[in-house]
């Protein structure tokens, strides 16, 4: 039974936090000691950071977003509709068809394949059509000071937006993008922004919003700083023996490569002419009726850098290949 002293606590406390949320942030304690650390280590004046964050807005929908991603809410079956769909792939045919240029100077400059970057785009936000609805400042204050799991990552990445804004010329009140404060064709959070974000058709602005030139070019520097090889063999579909408990123990233990196809092979994985001693991690995914299996090569785990699930890096994979069969159709 609830006690009514509880109940007026709770009622009483309640109406505080309202209180608290309509007045702003700037009422917040460690909101305070965060704008000092900002005017210390970055050299912001304190009216300019008033202004911005007192204007910043909590946002309930954003956290609870936050804690459903679609990552962890869907299995491979589920999410694969989602990102193995006929416009996704038509789109896809169709950006590159509009970007070849740009595609293919990517792919030489940095060694990317354009399927990648394609579908990069493609899953980010179906080509630049869904680039995300909420103000970045306001996803990622919430994040920043209400969402206690991430808070430290997205102060950080607070900081690099007000960085970026700074560097970049623009109002930190008027860049849009997703719930957790990524932006652009490949909604690219802030530090990637200013790490990996380039002027690609050298017009004097990184523009990751509007540029699909820009936009290709900083998706494909990303990549090629995280490692990609553009290797023969991103992940492939195998078939198991038998599911034995050994084979399960390994099966989705890591994002990262780390044993040999030998290895795999004596656990009764088949792995008919794979490079013995290459490196591979072992997927094993909802499938519509049975498991799949796949094993994953280093550039599944570079796909990973981009957003840390092998659901994604398997959607993104397929996309691309899915894209290319569709071109081969339709180009000749
Ligand atoms: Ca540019």
Do not use: C
């Amino acid at each position: 039974m609830v006690k009514l002293s509880t109940l007026l606590t709770l009622t009483v406390s309640m109406f505080f936090s309202a209180i608290v949320n309509a007045d702003s942030y700037l009422k917040r304690e460690e909101v305070d000691a965060y704008i000092d650390e900002l005017i210390q280590q970055h050299q912001f004046s304190r009216q300019e950071l008033e202004e911005v964050l007192m204007a910043a807005e909590r946002r309930q929908d954003i956290i609870d977003l936050m804690r459903r991603p679609a990552e962890r809410r869907l299995n491979w079956h589920e999410y694969s509709k989602i990102f193995l769909d006929e416009q996704r792939i038509s789109g896809g045919v169709e950006f590159w068809r509009q970007n070849q240029a740009s595609l293919e100077r990517a792919q030489r400059e940095y060694g990317v394949a354009p399927e990648v970057i394609v579908a990069i785009i493609g899953v980010e936000t179906r080509y630049g059509r869904v680039t995300g609805r909420h103000r970045v400042v306001d996803a990622l204050m919430t994040l920043a000071f209400d969402y206690p799991p991430r808070a430290s990552f997205f102060r950080k990445e607070l900081t690099q937006f007000l960085l970026l804004a700074r560097e970049e010329g623009k109002s930190p009140l008027g860049l849009m993008g997703s719930y957790a404060g990524a932006m652009g064709y490949g909604q690219f959070i802030p530090s990637s922004f200013r790490n990996y974000a380039v002027d690609f058709d050298q017009d004097g602005v990184r523009d990751i919003w509007r540029n699909r030139d820009d936009a290709i070019g900083s998706v494909a520097n990303y990549f090629s700083r995280h490692g990609w090889r553009g290797a023969a063999e991103v992940t492939v579909p195998v078939r198991v023996k038998a599911e034995t408990e050994q084979l399960l123990a390994i099966a989705n233990e890591s994002l990262r490569p780390t044993h040999s196809v030998a290895e795999i092979a004596q656990m009764g994985v088949i792995v008919d002419g794979l490079d013995p001693d290459a490196k591979v991690l072992l997927l094993r995914l909802a499938g519509g009726e049975a498991p799949e299996y796949w094993l994953g090569f280093d550039d599944f785990y570079v796909i990973t850098r981009y957003n840390h699930s092998r659901l994604y890096a398997m959607a993104v994979y397929q996309l691309g290949q899915e894209i290319i069969k569709r071109r081969k159709r339709t180009v000749g």
